[in-house]
């Protein structure tokens, strides 16, 4: 798995701060389209009770309003959770760390964590505390980026340059490097997307290549 930023020498208040900066001077979010891609790879079964953990600034859970759901989001930057209260005035919203949950054990029908478990001081920690709060016949949407993006592979091949999203801390990693991370936490992979930024010539090419993916877990 390739790491760019030491995670041994980055704290959480640094990280903490990191983002709400970011979140300060432009928020971080996906293109447009991608929030109800993604909710449509998993829709929710009416009264379902979905949480986004680092939800940044509550793009999924606004493309996820008016589905006679209980919405949830969390994410450590206050500067995030206050643009996402605005945005989905409907959600139950919290300022907490996804390595240390302030939920109950099997509180939720629908998990989503996408693009920001690679950002995370303790992935593994990360992805216990998911399934901890994942009901026993819930899903959990992980969205994690490919070391082998065939963008990337071309990059290095002609300007040496490495994989790079431009955060603090991150990493990168292959399917099956994704996929035993997810299994050590106990998770069960069910399917593998592909995430192309709606490049369709992309997804000609084999899932190994892919700009992201997006896992959809049971617990095991």
Not at 40 to 55: F, L, T, W, Y
Not at 100 to 116: E, K, Q, R
Request: hydrophobic share 40%; with cysteine; charged share 25%.
């Amino acid at each position: 798995m390739k790491v760019r930023g030491t995670p041994g020498e980055i704290s959480t208040g640094e990280l903490r701060n990191y983002y709400d900066r970011r979140f300060a001077e432009r928020p971080l979010r996906a293109r447009e389209g991608f929030y109800r891609w993604i909710a449509s790879h998993v829709p929710p079964a009416p009264e379902s009770r979905i949480i986004d953990i680092a939800c940044g600034g509550g793009y999924l859970l606004e493309a996820l309003q008016g589905k006679n759901c209980t919405l949830f989001g969390c994410d450590f930057s206050s500067k995030a959770i206050k643009i996402a209260s605005k945005l989905c005035p409907e959600a139950k919203l919290a300022v907490a760390d996804g390595e240390c949950l302030p939920y109950p054990d099997a509180s939720f029908d629908i998990i989503y964590n996408l693009g920001s478990l690679e950002h995370f001081l303790d992935m593994h920690a990360g992805i216990c505390e998911m399934h901890r709060v994942l009901k026993p016949e819930g899903r959990a949407v992980v969205m994690v980026p490919n070391s082998r993006y065939i963008g990337d592979l071309w990059r290095k091949a002609t300007f040496r340059g490495g994989p790079d999203h431009h955060q603090l801390l991150e990493r990168f990693g292959s399917l099956s490097e994704w996929k035993r991370l997810l299994e050590s936490g106990g998770f069960r992979v069910k399917q593998v997307f592909p995430y192309n930024k709606f490049k369709r010539f992309l997804n000609l090419l084999p899932l190994t290549f892919a700009y992201c993916f997006v896992f959809t877990c049971t617990r095991a």
